[in-house]
């Protein structure tokens, strides 16, 4: 096998990789801002204050994905150059 390509198994195994990143970035996500969608309708906020706190979970909801994404492709790269 030449040095410097990947095999069919690490193209593979990087596919799924990246799916299962992107998921489980989205499932966070939505987790975050579900939270932050039943905070405003327990605690019936009004109309301005209901949007701030779906805006901040949209906001802290949307940065907590990328964070997953990222952890997960940082140290799926890292296993890989290990040879794991």
Request: glycine share 8%; charged share 25%; hydrophobic share 55%.
């Amino acid at each position: 096998m030449d040095k410097g390509r990947e095999s069919r198994w690490e193209k593979d195994a990087m596919t799924v990789e990246i799916v299962f990143a992107l998921v489980t970035a989205v499932a966070l996500a939505a987790a975050v801002f579900a939270v932050a969608l039943v905070l405003a309708l327990a605690f019936d906020l009004s109309g301005s204050t209901s949007k701030a706190v779906l805006k901040g979970g949209a906001l802290v909801g949307s940065a907590v994905g990328m964070w997953r994404l990222v952890r997960v492709l940082y140290r799926f790269d890292t296993e890989r150059r290990k040879g794991h």
